[in-house]
């Protein structure tokens, strides 16, 4: 049997989390394939064909793809299904929005934001916000799974896999694509940043905020991430949220600014390879987690360290 | 229109778990509950609707044993008009959960029917989708802003890096997240209040649901501890730390 890959992209460019979830799918030791469903999928097709160890790429066609629905993609993907034992994909907003409805329509569970493949059926995943891990085995005929990409290496390039069409069903009625808004921005990705400087309520304004972190991001090449408290006080846009409630990153440098380290941040960054956190408060939790403490007055050991560097 | 919101009880989101010695499972007796922060999301949202006139009746439902009755009784004090206690003492999976809340939605015939995007205890994330998918019904999750007219709902999700809009034909399941809405807090009259609402416990045998228990938990543990760090004195000492590591700082 086959491992089926659910790409993730953006029209151009696959998303770069794709090939992590390849050397996820390896752990089976069978052929894995890779779809891509999208309006213009040759460029993407052939990103995904060479990332080595895919077998075959599938591609879907169809004008309706340039903004898919989870409807449109899940009734894609399920008559796919049965030549399948695993569908995957990394976890982001995308997967988890799709396969959920996948799986309910193969009638399987689903294992949301694997850590860890222990064997065919049985896996690691965080519950209760990363503090607690679950072992946990799946006796369903296809497993169903979002992987966390950060931890699994993105597998290499230079490979030629075939690519096949296959046909799309007419896109599902009962919902419409209208618009999408990205938040534009000269830096790096949050997933993707090498360095990731985070900014929490400690900033006291949206304008301390900007002008504290953001000088530190540009000297660093790191991309701007947030506490929940700092998005929920307006600091800085949801999007850049770190957290259980916002996105998991997984830097090799993650600096924490007048950032508290509560339960639910934590879940969302401390898989980082360095942590350096710079708190007034020499109790905040922040400081547990880091490798680098420093007890001082944020605004001015941050422009300090900016300067510095 | 009716709205359905599908609720989950849950340990308080301020308390860190423990793992059971045996690992078994996470050891939360005596420890505060109450509704999912996303499920109480969604609860605020329908009362919105519900005071703009669009919604005008809001049913409650969960699933499992009797102290549910709790988080039903938080949410009829905070404006929904009936609730409704699925009763189980099985532990249901997201499917599970999706199939017991379709026979619920097929019984209740909701225009509307409202989720959190996420429990924050198995942070599966899966039930909204799930439910729709066995509904046969259009899916909007991660919802920051629900506009109904007549009988579509442009919704504009929370996506990686920024938003996106949908159009849905209603009925259908949005699923909420923490920015569409700050939750009322429910004050002591409306919880005497919410006494005299209806609330109506459903033993799940009734409901002829088949469920199948594919999914097990084999063991729990806690997290590896991140080795302790260390305190610099001040930027300088920091800065020379960090460029001991190779390649992080330039």
Not at chain 1, 102 to 111: E, I, T
Not at chain 2, 42 to 53: F, H, M, T, V, W
Request: charged share 20%.
């Amino acid at each position: 049997m086959r491992t089926l890959i659910i790409a993730e992209h953006n029209g151009q460019h696959l998303n770069e989390q794709v090939a992590r979830a390849v050397t996820a799918a390896q752990q089976w030791q069978q052929p894995v394939d890779v779809l891509i469903a999208a309006a213009q999928p040759d460029a993407l097709a052939a990103q995904a064909a060479a990332l080595q160890g895919v077998s075959s790429v599938l591609v879907a066609s169809d004008a309706a793809l340039q903004h898919p629905t989870a409807e449109h993609l899940a009734d894609i993907i399920v008559p796919l299904a049965a030549n399948y034992t695993v569908v995957l994909a990394a976890h982001s907003a995308f997967s988890k929005n799709v396969l959920p409805r996948v799986a309910a329509l193969l009638d399987v569970n689903m294992l949301s934001d694997v850590l860890e493949i222990v064997n065919a059926n049985t896996y690691v995943r965080g519950i209760y916000a990363g503090n607690v891990l679950a072992t946990v085995q799946s006796s369903d005929a296809t497993q169903v799974l979002t992987v966390r990409g950060s931890k699994f290496a993105a597998a290499a390039v230079g490979a030629t896999a075939e690519v096949k069409t296959i046909s799309v069903p007419a896109a599902p009625q009962g919902s419409r694509w209208v618009a999408e808004a990205f938040n534009k921005s000269e830096r790096p990705a949050l997933t993707a940043a090498k360095v990731v400087v985070s900014g929490g309520r400690a900033l006291g304004s949206a304008d301390a905020f900007a002008q504290v972190i953001a000088p530190l991001a540009d000297k660093l090449h790191a991309a701007i991430g947030a506490s929940r408290a700092a998005v929920d006080a307006g600091y800085a846009p949801n999007d850049l949220q770190v957290g259980q409630t916002g996105v998991v990153v997984a830097p090799e440098l993650y600096i924490a600014v007048g950032i508290s380290g509560a339960i639910q941040h934590a879940y969302g960054m401390k898989d980082s390879k360095v942590v350096v956190a710079i708190n007034q408060d020499p109790e905040a939790q922040i400081f547990k987690i880091a490798d680098y403490g420093l007890v001082a007055d944020l605004f001015e050991a941050v422009p300090q360290l900016t300067a510095a560097l | 229109m009716k709205a359905l919101v599908a609720i989950k009880r849950v340990v308080d989101y301020n308390i860190q778990v423990r793992v059971k010695a045996d690992g078994s499972n996470v050891d939360i007796d005596g420890v505060k509950m109450g509704v999912n922060p996303f499920d109480e999301n969604a609860i605020e949202e329908a009362i919105r609707l519900k005071e703009k006139g669009i919604v005008t009746e809001i049913v409650a439902v969960t699933i499992g044993g009797a102290a549910n009755q709790d988080i039903l009784r938080h949410a009829l004090a905070m404006g929904a008009d009936r609730a409704m206690l699925i009763e189980t003492s099985d532990t249901l999976h997201s499917l599970g959960v999706a199939k017991v809340l379709k026979a619920v939605v097929e019984r209740e015939q909701p225009k509307l029917i409202l989720l959190g995007k996420q429990a924050i205890d198995d942070d599966a994330g899966q039930t909204g989708q799930m439910l729709a998918a066995l509904l046969k019904l259009p899916q909007a999750t991660y919802a920051s802003q629900i506009t109904i007219e007549g009988d579509q709902a442009t919704v504009v999700r929370e996506i990686d890096g920024g938003t996106e809009t949908l159009a849905v034909s209603l009925p259908a399941v949005i699923t909420a997240d923490l920015r569409l809405n700050e939750p009322r807090y429910v004050k002591l009259p409306n919880l005497m209040m919410a006494r005299k609402k209806p609330l109506e416990n459903v033993p799940l045998d009734s409901l002829n649901v088949s469920l199948t228990h594919n999914v097990q938990q084999l063991k729990v543990a806690a997290p590896p501890e991140r080795p302790a760090g260390i305190m610099v004195k001040d930027v300088n000492e920091l800065l020379s730390k960090l460029r001991a590591h190779e390649g992080i700082i330039a």
